[in-house]
């Protein structure tokens, strides 16, 4: 395992506004993998969402075939020239988005398309995408997404079942509802050339900088370019080695609050490849935008005093909306005495 720590972004080249960091030598090898079927898996879904936020699932039985075609379909999308790509953008915030990543000055060596599957809220560009693009890439999208939502029902599930809760449907309620604020990404890193850096050293560019998901879940698929990273409990990044057959579960924000922070919401990033691409796919499980988000009960002890104050999913994508990347978008819905306790 490999400490990095990121300097300040490299004055003396053409790329000044993205980030760069040293690459871990290593990968990392203790990430834990999880079966969907083990007979342990409820139990060590549980451990790994509280000791990384962090799983790998293999045996899913989501079929190879509807990946790839997806997975092709992306790259054809992203082979397009740039004012074909154009006409789904600028991000709304759903649509084809080019470096900038979000209204507050993140920018990373990424292009992505962000759809949006919420029936509640209008996107003009994922309807454009919907509307404009090829059937083959819309019915891929439609297949993959909706063995997403199964996935991540599954999984929901088995944590409600490791944690011993009697409602199996405890978590996974927020993603059945059909007003479930979910979303779904595809990201294309292109290959980058890397930076010198003073004294030598060689640091790759920023793909996507570090942050926390906002949603419950996120079930991560990529190709067999590596570049992931994750942030460990004692504030080490390291590299997640790419498995292009198997997903990778992130805990994010809603799920730390519903559990009362005994399971984290991962921080991670990527850094761009200097030879090969990477395309992934992300399905974002989130809850409706009137829901009510807050420590539950049946996941806390008696006399467990709640870390986070009630809001609703809407309020905290206000917030999130202000905020950069990095920034602990938790911060606003902290009680007092849970907060200077974290200071
Ligand atoms: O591309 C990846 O592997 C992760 C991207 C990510 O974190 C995101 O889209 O939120």
Redesign the pocket.
Same mark, same amino acid.
């Given at each position: 395992m490999v400490a990095v720590s990121c300097p300040p972004p490299p004055t003396n080249n053409n790329v000044l506004l993205f980030q760069s960091c040293n690459k871990p030598a290593n990968f990392y090898e203790a990430i834990p993998v999880i079966g969907l079927s083990d007979p342990d898996a409820a139990s060590l879904i549980v451990r790994a969402s509280q000791d990384f936020g962090f799983f790998k699932l293999v045996n899913h039985g989501v079929p190879m075939e509807l990946i790839t075609t997806l997975e092709n379909e992306a790259v054809k999308y992203f082979g397009k020239p740039q004012s074909d790509k154009d006409r789904a953008g600028p991000p709304d915030p759903f649509g084809y988005g080019n470096k900038r990543i979000g209204w507050n000055g993140d920018v990373g060596w990424i292009e +992505?398309l962000l759809l949006n599957l919420n029936p509640e809220i209008i996107s003009p560009n994922t309807q454009f995408i919907l509307n404009h693009y090829p059937h083959a890439f819309c019915s891929a999208v439609e297949k993959y997404v909706s063995e997403m939502r199964k996935l991540s029902y599954e999984v929901l599930e088995l944590m409600a079942d490791g944690l011993g809760i009697e409602e199996r449907n405890t978590f996974s309620r927020y993603l059945r509802d059909e007003k479930s604020d979910c979303l779904f990404?595809l990201?294309h +890193?292109p290959p980058c050339s890397e930076v010198e850096a003073p004294l030598g050293c060689v640091k790759n560019l920023m793909?996507?900088g570090e *942050?926390t998901?906002p949603q419950l879940i996120?079930l991560?698929r990529?190709n067999n370019t590596s570049?992931?990273q994750i942030c460990l409990r004692d504030g080490t990044w390291v590299s997640v080695p790419s498995d292009n057959t198997s997903f990778f579960i992130n805990i994010g924000d809603t799920l730390q609050v519903m559990t009362n922070g005994r399971f984290k919401s991962v921080k *991670?990033r990527?850094l761009a490849d200097t030879s090969s691409s990477?395309v992934?796919m992300?399905y974002f499980g989130g809850p409706p935008l009137r829901e009510k988000i807050a420590p539950l009960g049946s996941v806390m002890e008696e006399e467990e005093e709640k870390l986070y104050k009630e809001f609703t999913w809407c309020e905290y994508k206000k917030a999130m909306y202000k905020s950069r990347l990095s920034d602990n978008r938790l911060a606003p819905f902290y009680k007092a005495a849970a907060q200077s306790d974290s200071e």
């Open positions: +992505y990404r990201n +890193y793909g996507f *942050h998901d996120s991560l990529s570049g992931l *991670h990527v990477r992934s992300i």
